[in-house]
T-cell receptor, first 117, second 116 residues
Framework: AQSVTQLDSQVPVFEEAPVELRCNYS??????LFWYVQYPNQGLQLLLK??????LVKGINGFEAEFNKSQTSFHLRKPSVHISDTAEYFC???????????????FGQGTILTVHP | NAGVMQNPRHLVRRRGQEARLRCSPM?????VYWYRQLPEEGLKFMVY????????ESGMPKERFSAEFPKEGPSILRIQQVVRGDSAAYFC??????????????FGPGTRLTVL
């Protein structure tokens, strides 16, 4: 079984400052990694995903994340945030090992990013 | 191409009533997932279905909850005899056939169930 830990439940930051949202995972098999964003009263939108290959993944809205296998981390970063980035962010994993657990996403608890003017 | 559609968006039920949540996947998507988001928590996997088959229901409570994805029509999550603890946001996601863990899951806007 896999698990995901988002180390910060809330991250306040000022506009145009850099931000990092931390995510660690545990799994006994290879995983795919995802970051989703959820705006109030809406569904989840995919920001980026790591499937294989380059460990630095670029996503939408200027976000990027780096897969670090040795540290089992997949931290999300943005060099300069905007007010519109205020939302809740979820890290998630799925297994690529096959079997009936194939496809289901295991989510972290979420990090609320609040960007202040 | 319309996104994943869920209805109703908001549902209020009294304890003991039944709740039916509907999910229409994106066109061409034959895989459907249901997740539940309790207040102050992340999303928890409930069930994974393909057309007419339940593939993985390891996250479903053993009693009162059921799900289906018929050959025609939307996927239905059914909760019988609801209790206050069932109050949550229920999200449906769909993906293309193939390697389910590989393909992006597209999420609907959710149904927010309130049990009085």
């Amino acid at each position: 079984a896999q698990s995901v830990t988002q180390l910060d439940s809330q991250v306040p930051v000022f506009e145009e400052a850099p931000v990092e949202l931390r995510c660690n995972y545990s799994s006994s098999v290879s995983v795919y990694l995802f970051w989703y964003v959820q705006y109030p009263n809406q569904g989840l939108q995919l920001l980026l995903k790591y499937l294989s290959g380059s460990t630095l993944v670029k996503g939408i809205n200027g976000f990027e994340a780096e897969f670090n296998k040795s540290q089992t981390s997949f931290h999300l970063r943005k060099p300069s945030v905007h007010i519109s980035d205020t939302a809740e962010y979820f890290c998630a994993v799925s297994t690529n090992a096959g079997g009936t657990s194939y496809g289901k996403l295991t989510f972290g608890q979420g990090t609320i990013l609040t960007v202040h003017p | 191409n319309a996104g994943v559609m869920q209805n109703p968006r908001h549902l209020v039920r009294r304890r003991g009533q039944e709740a039916r949540l509907r999910c229409s996947p994106m066109k061409g998507h034959s895989h459907v997932y249901w997740y539940r988001q309790l207040p102050e928590e992340g999303l928890k996997f409930m069930v994974y279905l393909q057309k007419e088959n339940i593939i993985d229901e390891s996250g479903m409570p053993k009693e009162r909850f059921s799900a289906e994805f018929p050959k025609e029509g939307p996927s239905i999550l059914r909760i019988q005899q609801v209790v206050r603890g069932d109050s949550a946001a229920y999200f449906c996601a769909s993906s293309l056939p193939g390697q389910a863990g590989y393909n992006e899951q597209f999420f609907g806007p959710g149904t927010r169930l309130t049990v009085l």
